[in-house]
């Protein structure tokens, strides 16, 4: 585990409350294709602060639809400073991979830009967050997405950012052809998609559990091979 996992981990056991800070795009944002139900913020925020009982933390998030690493760099005081966080969870590329594989460096120095001035400028943890896989019929995204991935690993792991890699938690549902569960049109998570997002975000903080409320949600599982 890294230093900044414990990090994450020791204030979680610790009675101070935390300041938890998204920032994103649609999917963050859990507009529209949610169609109602929680997105994955939101039941990260029921798991911390009700089931873990931790009910001063505060769950803020600033994502938009739409929005691209410069957006959040051109937004930074007003999204993220402002709040002074503890941790900042950064979840973008799906956007971002619309501009190819030319788009693949500025999209990754962008980012490592707005890491390094939120390191200057507070001492929040980060955790990045690699896109979720998509269907091909999105030929604007779904060739270069994998590569987006990759650029979000790389700079997770120049900075020392916790990464969540939900690219690579549903891989078994794209094996299986089982994609269609998890989403709402060929890009955006549904319900489920969410619940799988969030149990990623939960299983990478070490406080997933299948008992509660939250674990009891259904996400379809691909059949065995």
Known sequence: MSKESDTIKARLQSPEPIRWLFAGDSITHGALHTMGWRDYVELFGERVRWELQRRRDCIIKTAISGWRITDIHDDLEWSVLQHRPHIVSINVGMNDCAAGLDGRDAFEKKYLDVLKIIHDKTAAVILLHTPNRILPADTERAPFLPDYACAVREV?????????????????????????????????????????MNKTLLQTLDTWDEKT????LLIPSPPEP
């Open 156 to 196: 997770a792991a120049k900075t020392n950012a916790v990464i969540v890699d939900h690219f690579n938690a549903w891989e078994s549902f794209e094996k299986n052809a089982w994609m269609p569960y998890l989403l709402s049109d060929a890009i955006h998570p549904n319900e489920c998609g969410h619940r799988l």
């Open 213 to 216: 409320l939250t674990g009891k």
